[in-house]
């Protein structure tokens, strides 16, 4: 059904016209009792043994909402409704911002895909923590916030900017995500580098710590799917030796030629971050890299490519305590995490490992023993 809706009406309009649309459908449903209970119940059914523990986070499942589609922190409970374990909201930027120019949002519908270089567009770290402070939850899920650097801050003023949106974020945050990996902000992933990436951590650590004195606020690093491998060790053991408390494996490419697209050429070769069903090779690599260096010392997120309910069971199988997933939202729509978390139950079930928690890196330590 949503299928047939999609290719009669969302694929007619302009993809981020059509995005806000959804948003706000998706909004309004959550707005209204009587509807938001049914659509849980048909949406999201919860499933006893798929319950997830992550940096000491307990959550009805593994399976999230990645950040860029709430990037205001308007529709938690929306996403909650649909069926996500945990919607993490962003890229959040120390002040308000407006973007790229339009077009910046584009779908490569042969390949599954999407195209983007909306550069974190976002109402600023002031007004997203006054919204989030002011929230009264309907659902329960747990809420991560993912935060960038300003596009007009320069590289030099970079960990002061992630700082300010760390004071203003943090005690609103389930967990917080340092997001240096996106393609479309100038010089962003250059702070991927060690060298830059030590201090950057190290002050949003301590920021964290000093602004929230009640709790640990669990801290990860995002990183691109179009590292060097040697630059991926490096990541993890940077994280290991800081404690973080997890990576999220990956970001968006700038990759075109090795991902076998068949989209448009003139479409194929638009600027920004390329998500979904092409990326999900790569990102599944840097998946397993990461948990042969770091095992169970540091939580890991994978995203990028999920597409289904066996795409999540082969991140979760490759190391992934958690998973999240945003392009193939669009193209599979309101019941998308619903046939993800019925297929990972059915994949458990007949499963050697009685828990998620057992299932976690189990291929990729079967390879490095």
């Known amino acids: 059904m949503y299928s047939l809706f999609f290719q009669l009406f969302f694929r007619r ?16 449903a959550a707005r209204i009792p009587v509807l938001r209970t049914f659509a849980a119940a048909v949406l999201a059914p919860r499933h006893r043994a798929l319950r997830t523990e992550a940096f000491g986070l307990r959550m009805h499942g593994p399976f999230g909402l990645a950040a860029g589609f709430d990037k205001n922190a308007v529709a938690i409970d929306g996403m909650a409704m649909l069926g996500f374990d945990h919607v993490e909201i962003g890229t959040v930027t120390g002040e308000p911002q407006p973007g790229n120019p339009v077009k910046r949002l584009f779908r490569l519908v042969p390949d599954r895909a999407l195209i983007n270089r909306m550069g974190f567009n976002n109402e600023g770290s002031a007004a997203v923590a006054a919204r989030l402070a002011a929230r009264r939850p309907v659902f329960r899920t747990t809420v991560g916030v993912n935060i960038g650097k300003t596009k007009v801050v320069p590289e030099s003023e970079a960990v002061r900017d992630y700082v300010l949106s760390t004071e203003r974020l943090a ?45 640990r606020v669990p801290l990860l690093v995002k990183i691109a799917p179009d590292l060097a491998d040697e630059d991926i060790d490096a990541v993890a053991d940077l994280a290991v030796e ?40 790569r990102s599944l690599e840097v998946l397993r890299r990461l948990y042969a260096r770091v095992g169970d010392r540091i939580t890991l997120v994978g995203v990028g490519g999920v597409e289904n309910a066996e795409d999540a069971w082969q991140r979760i199988l490759a190391g992934a305590t958690l998973v999240q997933g945003y392009s193939a939202f669009i193209y599979a729509g309101p019941f998308w995490s619903r046939s993800v978390h019925k297929g990972l139950a059915a994949r458990l079930a007949v499963s050697p490992y009685a828990t998620l928690a057992e299932a976690v890196g189990a291929d990729t330590r079967k390879v490095t023993v």
């Open 13 to 28: 309009m302009d993809a981020e016209r059509a995005h806000h649309l959804a948003f706000r459908w998706i909004r309004l």
């Open 171 to 215: 005690r609103h945050a389930d967990y917080l995500v340092v997001n240096v990996s996106s393609p479309n902000t100038p010089g962003l992933r250059s702070l991927q580098a060690v060298d830059q990436l030590r201090p950057l951590l190290t002050a949003v650590r301590e920021a964290a710590d000093r602004t929230v004195t009640g709790r």
């Open 242 to 281: 800081l404690g973080l408390d997890g990576i999220i494996a990956t970001n968006t490419t700038i990759a075109r030629d090795t991902l076998g697209l068949v989209s448009d050429p003139a479409l194929t070769a638009e600027t920004g971050g390329l998500s979904g069903a092409p990326l999900k090779a």
